[in-house]
T-cell receptor
Framework: KNQVEQSPQSLIILEGKNCTLQ??????????LRWYKQDTGRGPVSLTIMTFSENTKSNGRYTATLDADTKQSSLHITASQLSDSASYICVVSANGDYKLSFGAGTTVTVRA | GAGVSQSPSNKVTEKGKDVELRCDPISGHTALYWYRQSLGQGLEFLIYFQGNSAPDKSGLPSDRFSAERTGGSVSTLTIQRTQQEDSAVYLC???????????FGSGTRLTVV
């Protein structure tokens, strides 16, 4: 069964600090991995998408990494801002399968 | 429209009542998905529409759930005889292709009391 596990479940950081979120998956055959940001009461918004051949991708202060051999990904948030408070969801797609596999998300709270 | 529009944004209903949730996808997107998001859980696939093909209904949790997509555009998710375990956020997404370019709506938060 295709699974996506995220850690930690939640974290609290001070404004201006960095943090890293983890995603491990068992989806196979791998097609692509995305990180989404979901603000409270909103739908998920795509931050990054990476295919098998990509091992890092940045979007502003967000940097995602992918190790397709170990089936791990991380999302690094640099110089966090209050607006980064949200749930971050790791989503993995298998080749030829339109049903994406979603992690349960990491809830990030940034405090002043 | 510019994005995926869902209505209502919030719905509170009594147990046993029927509800209809609406999704208006991005114009031209041929693929439309419904997902359910329960508290602390990952998104759960419900149903997938692609063009004029028969929909994939394999994720619908029971026969109380049904969905239609009229004219290849607007979709309605209907839940009959709602139960408290149906309480969740129902998200719709559309895409120009099967794999890339997912855009989510803001969801409908359903509360069954």
């Amino acid at each position: 069964k295709n699974q996506v596990e995220q850690s930690p479940q939640s974290l609290i950081i001070l404004e201006g600090k960095n943090c890293t979120l983890q995603c491990n998956y068992t989806v196979s055959p791998f097609s692509n991995l995305r990180w989404y940001k979901q603000d409270t009461g909103r739908g998920p918004v795509s931050l990054t998408i990476m295919t098998f051949s990509e091992n890092t991708k940045s979007n502003g202060r967000y940097t995602a990494t992918l190790d397709a051999d170990t089936k791990q990904s991380s999302l690094h948030i640099t110089a966090s801002q209050l607006s980064d408070s949200a749930s971050y969801i790791c989503v993995v797609s298998a080749n030829g399968d339109y049903k994406l596999s979603f992690g349960a998300g990491t809830t990030v709270t940034v405090r002043a | 429209g510019a994005g995926v529009s869902q209505s209502p944004s919030n719905k509170v209903t009594e147990k046993g009542k029927d509800v209809e949730l609406r999704c208006d996808p991005i114009s031209g997107h041929t693929a439309l998905y419904w997902y359910r998001q329960s508290l602390g859980q990952g998104l759960e696939f419900l149903i997938y529409f692609q063009g004029n093909s028969a929909p994939d209904k394999s994720g619908l949790p029971s026969d109380r759930f049904s969905a239609e997509r009229t004219g290849g555009s607007v979709s309605t998710l209907t839940i009959q005889r709602t139960q408290q375990e149906d309480s969740a956020v129902y998200l719709c997404a559309s895409s120009p292709e099967q794999i890339y370019g997912y855009t989510f709506g803001s969801g409908t938060r359903l509360t069954v009391v």
